[in-house]
C-alpha cells in the first residue's frame, strides 16, 4: 500500500471518521485513499475556511477531532481565520496539507510555498511526514497531540513523494493512548469550596466542557447548593441551555455593561476560563471587567479537568433540589407584528425543537437573543470564540455533519456570512438538517457603534 | 496630528492613492484618518481576499502599488492567497494590518493573534510599528521596499497605540528614492545577441515588464529580425495583444502539451523569467518542459532591467518592417450556434472593445481563449501567476480602480469564483466597468484530469 493508504487506515484506525476537504491537484493520492477507505466520510467544501469551521462545529458536537485536506500553502493560508476561531474554542483538529515532492521544489514553480511557515501560527503540533513508511505513524501522533487536553491544532504536511511511494504493511492498530485532563491540585478545590463558604458574592466563569452535560450539571449544583452565580465568557465554545437546565448568564460583549454585569462581585472562580477582559483595547481605558476588589482564583486551568474538579467541589456541598420557577413549566409564545430582535428571540424561544443545535454569529443583531432564548427547550449554543467572523455557516455543516440527527439554526450578521457563504453548497449537496437565518441590516453596523465609541469623529 | 493621520499622509506623499480595505474595530483610528484624507481612495471589500487581489490588480495596471488595510491576524490569513498570487506576480503592494495596543496584548483576548508569524510569509519587507512619531517614517520605507524592482510585497503592522497617540508634526514630503532596476551585464546582452545570431532554433520567454509597453515593442523587433519565437510562462501577469502588437505564445498548461510546443527550440534566452517546468509533480516524470538539449541563458533575473536589456539587444540587429499578414486587417466574425469554448473565444475576439483589460481565470474551460483571441483589438490580458485560485473577481476590481476608463472582462471558472465571490459587491458599490463572465461547468473539472492523469483509478 501507498504513504496515501496508510496515512488514511491510520486516521480511521485512530477514530477520525469525518474528512472535510477542499483538495488540489498535489492531494490526488489521499484523495484516491480517501474513495477507497472504509469508514471515512468526505465532506466536500469550495472554500478552505469553511472546511476549517467546519471541523471547529464538528469537533464541538462531537467531542473529537475530524481530520481536514488541504491543498499546499495558499489552501491552508485559506482556513486560518476560522483556525484562529478554533484554537480560541480550544478544540481538536487534524489537517492534512499537501506540498510538492523534495524533487519538484527544486524548481521555480507557481504553487511554491513554506507550507510550514504558514502553518505554524495555527498548529500547537506541526511535522512533515519524512515518506511514506512514515504517514501512519505521523498520523497517529497528530492524532495525539489533537486530543491532548484541552484539544489542540495538529498539522501533518504530506509531500506527494511520500503520499505516492510504497509504505509497506501497516501494524495493526492499537487503542491510541489519548492524554486525559490532569485534576488540579486538592488545595485548589479547597479554596474554590472556602470561598464559596464565604458571605462575598462569588461567581463562576465556565469554559470548555464545563458548560454542558456533567460540568454543567455539578455547576447548577453547586450555584444551588450556595447562591453563586454561573458565567460564561462572551466567546464560549458550546453551552447546553434552556428549559431543566442550570441558567448561565454570558458576559455582555460592550465593555461598559460587562463592567456593571460583573460590579457585585467579589470573589470569581475560573473553570478553563480566561480572566474576563475586553475584546479590544480603548484609549485611556482598562481592558479589564472584573471590579478592582475582585479576588479571582484559578480552579482549574484549560488543560485541567474542569468537569471533575467540578463535580469534587460540589460534593463538598449539599444537594438541594434545585428551585422551580413558574415560566419553567412551558415554553415563551411567540408575538406577532413586525420583525424586531425581540420578536426574533420569542419565535426562536418558542419553535426551537429540543436537542437542537443553535450556531450564533448575529452579532450587533443578536445581542439579545441568548436572554430572549434561555427558557426554550433544551438546546446546544454554539458562538464565535476568537472574534474572526465568518464560523457561523461552516460550523453550522460541521455540527449538523457530526450529529445527523439533531436539527441545526444558524443564525448569521449579514457581513459575517459573506466571509463563508460557500458553506451553503456544502449544506445543500448533503441535505444537512441546517436552517440558517442571515441577519440582513445591510450595515457594516459593528464598525459603526465601534468608531461612536472611540470618539473620532462622524464615520464617512 | 495623530500616528493614524501621519501614517495616510506619508502614504500619499509617497504616491499611494488607493486603499483597498476591509477593516475591523482594532483600524478606527486609521479609518477615521482616511476619512478625512485629501487624496486616498478607499474601495471597501467584504473579504480579505478581495482586498489583495484587488491590490494585485491595480499594481498590475498602475504599476505602481496600492495599500490594503487589514483587520488583525485573521484579517491578514484571510488575504494570503492572493498574496501568494501578487508575490508571484512580483507587483508592488503595501499593506497596512491592525494590531491590539500593547497593554491589551498582555491578555489571553479572542483576537491576539501573532501579526507577524502569520504575515512573514509572503512579506519581503516586515516592520511592526515602535509607536506614533515612526508611522510616517515606516510607511515611506514600506512603500520604498514595495517598489524595489521587480515589486514586493511590504507589510507594515500598526499598533493601536501607534494609530492614536500624537505623532508630532509630519515633515514635508520630499521624492522618494525610489529604486530602479540595474541593466545586466554588457556580456549578457551580448551573449544573447551571439545566440540570436546563430541558426539555432531560438526563443525568448518573456516575464514583468517585457510582456507590454516598450518591453514588448523591443522584443517584437527582435523577433521580426531574428526569427526568435517570443513566448510567455502559463502563469503571466500582464500581456499586451492583438491586432498591431507582436505575438507572444503562451506555454501550455498541460506538461505533456508544453514539451510538444518547446522540443523544436535548442536555445532560450529568459528575460525575467524563469525556466519553463510545470506546475505539478507526478511520479516518474521531470518537471522540465524544455528539451534536454536546449541552452538557457538568463538575459534578466526578475529583478534587473529587462525592458532596458531588449532594447539594448533589439539595436544590435536591423530594423524591419513587421510582416504584416491579411488577417491583421481585420477584426474575427462571431459565429453562431450552441455555447462552446471556440464559440465563446471567436465572441470575445470579435466584440472585445479596443483597450479592454482581460482578466482570466477561466481554467479547464477556457484552455483555448488565448489562442482564439490573438487577432482581437489590442487589449491586456492579466492572468493567474500563483495557482492559488479564486483572483480573477478581485484582480478585476484592482484593475478597473486603476483605470476606470477602461473596460474589464472578467472570465471565471465557477469553482475559481466561488473563493472570493464577494468581489461581485464591490463592483456594484462602485459602479466598476467590469463584465463577468462565469464559466458553469459545475465540475472539479482541474481535479477529474489530473486524477485520471495520475492513473490512480476511477474518482468517486
Known sequence: MNGAESLIRALEAGGIETCFTNPGTSEMHIVAALDRAAKMRCVLALFEGVVSGAADGYARIAEKPACTLLHLGPGFANSMANLHNASRARVPIVNIA??????HLRYDTPLKSDVEAIARPYSQWLRTSSGAAATAADATQAIIAARTPPGQIATLI?????????????????????PKPPMPGSDSVEQAAAMLRSNLRTALLLAGPALYGRGLAAAGRIADATGAKLFAPYPFARMERGLGL??????HYVLEDAIEQLKEFRQLILVGAAPPVAYFAYPDKSSVMTSPDCKIHVLTTPSEDGVGALESLSSDFPTRSPKKTSDEAQLPTPIHGDISPHGVAAAIASLLPENSIVVDESMT????LMAGTARSAAHDWLANTGGSIGIALPMAVGAAVASPERRVLCLSADGSSMYTVQALWTMARYGLKVATVIFANRAYAVLKREFAGLGVGAPG
Chains 1, 2 share one sequence.
Do not use: K, M, N, Y
Request: glycine letters at 10%; hydrophobic letters at 40%; a negative charge.
Open 98 to 103: 499537501g506540498q510538492h515532492p523534495a524533487e
Open 365 to 368: 443583531s443578536g445581542r439579545g
Open 158 to 178: 504530506v509531500p506527494a513523494e511520500a503520499a505516492w511511494s510504497e509504505a509497506g504493511q501497516l501494524h495493526p492498530a492499537t487503542a491510541l493512548p489519548i
Open 246 to 251: 442550570p441558567r448561565v448568564d454570558r458576559i
